[in-house]
């Protein structure tokens, strides 16, 4: 079975400083892994998605991550962050197993960026 | 510019009330999600549907029903409305396995709904 942990449900970070949002994974087959965030009173939006062709994965607004198997993570980074990044966060597994491509979401980071 | 469309935005009902929420897509995807989203909470998964006439239960139990006759479309019904089922409401579909976008989720913007 499927799983994803996010370790931190709020982050909080002063703007032009990087940040860091992490989350662990747990998978029994090789997993597609996304990253999506959700601006307030918005739909979610796909940042980045890994499916092992790199293990860094490049997204939009300067955002990457990278899918370290041996610690089953994948950690969300910015090296700069923006107050436009202040937004809610969320990790998520798909690993295909059965057939089934259902996603599992993590429970979400909010990241907070102050001036 | 969203391709995946959902009505209404924001709905305020009475106890009882019989509701429909509208999803539609344009992107000819098979697979369709419902998920459940409190204020700053994570999503739940309620249904979803590999194609027409497939639906299933998600990982939350919920009182509403879904059907899928058309690849497009996959409304959300509530026979009777209770306090208990305001949330917001969120709606997605996905594209087929292989290639770059392969399992990527497209959401609409939500319906929030509130039950008096």
């Known amino acids: 079975a499927q799983s994803v942990t996010q370790l931190d449900s709020h982050v909080s970070v002063s703007e032009g400083t990087p940040v860091l949002l992490r989350c662990n994974y747990s998978?029994?087959?090789?997993?597609?892994l996304f990253w999506y965030v959700q601006h307030p009173n918005k739909g979610l939006q796909l940042l980045l998605k890994?499916?092992?062709?790199?293990?860094l994965v490049k997204g939009i607004n300067g955002f990457e991550a990278e899918f370290k198997k041996s610690e089953t993570s994948f950690h969300l980074t910015k090296p700069s962050a923006h107050m436009s990044d202040a937004a809610e966060y969320f990790c998520v597994v798909s690993d295909g197993a059965g057939g089934s491509y259902i996603p599992t979401f993590g429970r979400g980071t909010s990241l907070i960026v102050h001036p | 510019e969203a391709d995946i469309y959902q009505t209404p935005r924001y709905l305020v009902i009475g106890t009882g009330k019989k509701i429909t929420l509208e999803c539609s897509q344009t992107m000819g995807h098979d697979k369709m999600y419902w998920y459940q989203q409190d204020p700053g909470m994570e999503l739940h998964l309620i249904h979803y549907?590999?194609?027409?006439?497939?639906?299933e239960k998600g990982d939350l139990s919920s009182e509403s029903t879904v059907s899928r006759i058309r690849t497009e479309h996959f409304p959300l019904t509530l026979e009777s409305a209770r306090p208990s089922h305001t949330s917001q409401y969120l709606c997605?579909?996905?594209?087929?396995?292989?290639?770059?976008?392969?399992?990527?989720?497209?959401f609409g913007a939500g319906s929030r709904l509130t039950v008096l």
């Open positions: 890994y499916t092992s062709a790199a293990t």
């Open positions: 549907s590999y194609g027409v006439n497939s639906t």
């Open positions: 998978s029994s087959y090789s997993p597609s």
């Open positions: 997605a579909s996905s594209g087929p396995g292989g290639g770059k976008w392969a399992n990527v989720l497209t």
